[in-house]
Nanobody, 121 residues
Framework: QVQLEESGGGLVQPGGSLILSCAAS????????IGWFRQAPGKEREGVSC????????WYADSVKGRFTISRNNARNMVYLQINNLKPDDTAVYYC??????????????WGQGAQVTVSS
């Protein structure tokens, strides 16, 4: 019954880069804004990025601005999060979620299961 699935996480060194993918199944991403969230142990879940539908507009948290880039490919039913210059504080489980809009106050329609990103030397 998984309808959103993250992939691309792993162990990387500080300063490294990776790309997270969010793949949708059994529904079309075109109708949704997609947000990326992360949660580190002992910390509150925080939103890090979001992308709207067409035309695509993007939002980034101050903590990741300039290092993270969100994009979408509706034809492939996927959303990506490119992360550059990783820092130890980026270590967290990263989740994608589908919303009616990036500014929506309603709960997301779908959540992914999460992908672990660990930044360590």
């Amino acid at each position: 019954q998984v309808q959103l699935e993250e992939s691309g996480g792993g162990l990387v060194q500080p300063g490294g880069s990776l790309i997270l993918s969010c793949a949708a199944s059994r529904f079309a991403l075109d109708y949704y804004a997609i947000g990326w969230f992360r949660q580190a142990p002992g910390k509150e879940r925080e939103g890090v990025s979001c992308i709207t539908g067409s035309p695509a507009q993007t939002w980034y948290a101050d903590s990741v601005k300039g290092r993270f880039t969100i994009s979408r490919n509706n034809a492939r039913n996927m959303v990506y999060l490119q992360i550059n210059n990783l820092k130890p504080d980026d270590t967290a489980v990263y989740y994608c979620a589908a919303y009616a809009g990036c500014g929506s106050q309603a709960p997301p329609a779908y959540w992914g299961q999460g992908a672990q990103v660990t930044v360590s030397s």
